[in-house]
Structures are given as structure tokens and as C-alpha cells.
């Protein structure tokens, strides 16, 4: 099974005493580290205005970074919210992404999903999914047409041939088996509040039979699952852990009368990835029952330190 890395690098001033900077700076440790520990990807979130969801309001930027510090490891938005930029931009940012990174992006895509970050931005939140195809279609477009000698191309392009592998984020099955027709690749993630994986066990078929319904034929698509995720020495040290740092960046927690019993049910419902070195392979193995080839521990959040996440970073590698 592909392993791969996420961090939203959500923001809680008031709650530890990490600054951004700080944040920024720790994740080219984090994402070092998982290239050593030869991950196969380092993914970043994008928001706006809510810093205590994520605080990268443009990856391509942190990216480009993150590529002058890592050898191997390939590196992704997840995602760019399409709908939020130009489409000539985004194709520019993130053409410069693959090649200060020798060919090591993975673009993942999405409409985005929060509406109060639309409206600060002044973007239209309910026609999303409408703009999202369309932007994507003019990207894809400037990459496939890009000619240096023609007024009309950009001046960039990325280095990967024919293109970088466009990860749709999904996890709906409809939208899943678009992405299969089209020959795209799926990020889809688990909610460690639904109680089993029915939901991704649909998506994944879905994708399974768009990718064999399409006259594309492309046999190099996947479906990387992100999972909420967190390995320490101990059951307790990770119970613990999570007790302090899960309700900053899951609110339902917030209101719960018994955090514990929260996340123990996430751990027996396998929804979340949660515990040792020697517990998680058994619910990962919940996973390769569903076909899932490639996991992508969701590891950072709640204002973890440094030292918590490079930890845990080290342990799930060997799960």
C-alpha cells in the first residue's frame, strides 16, 4: 500500500502557542521527513480566512518551497479550489510547481465546500460546481496547446508528459465515475463521524467502473483515500493527544460529553486511523479489503507540536 502525507496547517492562536511562521517552517521538516521515509506524497490544503481550518490560502507557493528541500517525494494541492482563481493563474502557478519540483506535482482539484469562505471572498458559492468545470477545462486546455511560438500560450508549462496526473476530490459516486470516464484519478476522504466505510467502498467502485467504461482506456488512474490519522508509543499517549488537539479542527467534538468514547468508536469503526505501530495495520487491513492501494494519513491538525507529528510521521511509515 502507497503511503502518502497531508497537513492542513490549521492556525489556533488562542489555543497553542505556535506561530505561522513557525507553522510554515515546520511543514518543510514534515514534508523532508516523509521523503526520507520515502512516502509516495506530501499534500497541502488550501482555505481563506478561516485560519483555524488551514492557513495556506495559495499551495502552488508552499509547494514550490517544499520541492527545493525534497528529493523524490511528489507534492500536491489538496486541493486547489478552482472556483476561487483564474484558471490562467492557476495554470501558472502550478506549472511552476512541476517544474521547480522535476516533474513532481500532483494536481488535485476540487469545488471547495465551505460556504462562509466563498462569501469572504466574494465568490459565488452556488455555482461552483459549474466554474470548477470550466476552469478545469481551460487549464487542462492551456497545458495540452502550450506552444511558445503562439501569442495565446502561456509562458510557462509543466514538465510531466503529457501532463500532471489530475486528482479529482470527491466523495460522491457520481462524481467519481465522471472522474473514471475522464481519466482522471479520485482524492476522496473518510468522515470519522459515519460509523463504517460503506460510503468509500461505493466511491471506489464507482471510479473502478468509470475507468472501465471510458474509451480513454488509462490504466494509470487511482483512488487515494485520505484518512485521519495519528501514531504514538502508546494507545494512551495517542488517546490523550487527540483528546487536546481533535476538537480545534472537528467542532461536533467540541460538544461532545466524552471525547475518549468518541474516538475509541472511531478506532473500532476504522474511520479513523488512530493508536500504535502494531494497532493500525489491522485497520488498515479494513482498507485493502476495499481495494484502497493508496491511504493518505490526514497527521496534522489541532495544533499537534512538532515533535508529535514528526513521531507520528515516522511510525506510520512502517504500518
Known amino acids: 500500500m502507497r503511503k502518502s502525507f497531508f497537513s492542513t496547517l490549521d492556525h489556533h492562536p488562542d489555543k497553542t502557542d505556535l506561530n505561522l511562521a513557525d507553522i510554515y517552517q515546520s511543514t518543510h521538516q514534515y514534508a523532508q521527513l516523509a521523503d526520507k521515509l520515502r512516502f509516495s506524497g506530501f499534500w497541502l490544503g488550501e482555505h481563506h480566512c478561516l485560519h483555524n481550518i488551514g492557513s495556506v490560502p495559495n499551495p502552488a507557493v508552499l509547494l514550490s518551497s517544499l520541492a527545493q528541500c525534497t528529493q523524490n517525494i511528489r507534492l500536491g494541492p489538496a486541493v486547489a479550489v478552482l472556483p476561487m482563481r483564474d484558471p490562467i ?4 502557478n502550478y506549472a511552476m510547481v512541476d517544474l521547480l519540483s522535476g516533474g513532481r506535482l500532483n494536481f488535485g482539484v476540487g469545488t471547495g465546500q465551505i460556504e462562509e469562505e466563498f462569501q469572504l471572498m466574494g465568490q459565488a458559492f452556488n455555482s461552483r460546481h459549474g466554474i470548477f468545470e470550466q476552469n478545469l477545462s481551460t487549464i487542462l486546455e492551456y497545458w495540452n ?43 476522496t ?15 471506489i467502485a464507482a471510479h473502478a467502473r468509470g475507468k472501465n467504461d471510458s474509451p480513454l482506456k488509462l490504466s494509470d488512474t487511482e483512488v487515494i ?14 488517546i490523550n493527544t487527540l483528546i487536546q488537539c481533535a476538537p480545534r479542527f472537528m467542532p461536533p467534538l467540541r460538544e ?20 500504535t ?36 510521521i515516522c511510525l506510520l511509515s512502517d504500518v
Do not use: W
Open 145 to 187: 496547446k502550450h506552444n511558445f511560438s503562439s501569442g495565446s500560450s502561456l509562458n510557462v508549462c509543466p514538465s510531466q508528459a503529457p501532463l500532471p496526473p489530475v486528482y479529482i476530490a470527491t466523495s460522491h459516486p457520481e462524481r467519481a465515475y465522471k472522474a473514471g470516464t475522464n481519466g482522471h484519478s479520485i482524492l
Open 277 to 312: 505501530k502494531k494497532q493500525i495495520p489491522a485497520q488498515l487491513n479494513h482498507y485493502r479489503e476495499l481495494g484502497v492501494e493508496h491511504i493518505n494519513f490526514l497527521g496534522n491538525f489541532g495544533g499537534m507540536t512538532e515533535a508529535q507529528v514528526s513521531q507520528s
Open 256 to 275: 461532545a460529553p466524552d471525547i475518549r468514547s468518541v474516538i475509541k468508536g472511531m478506532i473500532s469503526s476504522n474511520t479513523a486511523l488512530f493508536g
Open 189 to 203: 476522504i473518510v468522515s470519522p463521524g459515519n460509523g463504517n466505510l460503506s460510503d468509500l467502498e461505493q466511491v
Open 225 to 238: 483515500v485520505t484518512v485521519f490519522a495519528y501514531a504514538a508509543d502508546t494507545e494512551e499517549e495517542a
Open 89 to 92: 493563474l492557476t495554470a501558472e
